[in-house]
């Protein structure tokens, strides 16, 4: 018999939002599951309608809503987001390293027991696996990254071809990187 778990997506850095935006994708994210956002990354991904792809963001964070058979987006307020936020407000180049990656781990330790379910880890930042690592994380979630997304997509038939949709990112997003590998990393317990 196969157990069917849907998971939390967790997207700890903002370019799988902006590269899945580049390619019309952002709901690709709830056909796996509840999708969490955290304040700080939603806010890096829309707030400048002059980055590219932030309208794009902008508009799927606020609608939501899930489409039909698919599951809805949160956008978590978080003390690092808050206080980044207000820093912005104040200073507009003001920039917080590692704001997003500290957002997810605080999120993840207190908050994956309550959700009942395992978490889907989305990245691009290289610094992600190891953070996981570091706070013992890689032990009860699924980190992947967006081509390896893809990958899953299209395993699960959403979408025609992973290497097609990735290639089409490439053309389409500057700031993706071409070698980026389908990277997975599975967790150690039994979740």
Request: hydrophobic fraction near 45%; proline fraction near 7%; charge should be negative.
């Amino acid at each position: 018999m196969r157990i069917e778990i849907t998971p939390a997506v967790v997207l700890p850095d903002v370019s799988p939002l902006i590269h899945l935006a580049a390619v019309d994708c952002l709901p690709l994210l709830q056909e796996f599951g509840r999708v969490v956002v955290m304040d700080v990354v939603a806010f890096e991904a829309s707030a400048d309608y002059e980055k590219p792809w932030a309208r794009q963001v902008a508009e799927w964070l606020a609608r939501r809503k899930a489409p039909e058979g698919s599951q809805p987006v949160a956008v978590v307020t978080t003390e690092i987001g808050e206080a980044y936020r207000l820093a912005r407000q104040a200073d507009p180049n003001f920039r917080l390293r590692n704001a997003g990656e500290n957002a997810i781990r605080d999120w993840l330790v207190e908050m994956l027991p309550e959700i009942g379910g395992p978490a889907l880890v989305v990245y691009e930042d290289s610094k992600v696996p190891k953070l996981l690592r570091r706070e013992r994380l890689h032990e009860v979630v699924v980190a992947a990254t967006t081509r390896a997304l893809l990958v899953f997509a299209e395993e699960r038939g959403l979408i025609q071809s992973a290497e097609d949709t990735w290639s089409e990112i490439i053309d389409r997003a500057p700031s993706a990187n071409p070698r980026s590998d389908v990277s997975v990393m599975r967790p150690m317990r039994a979740l």
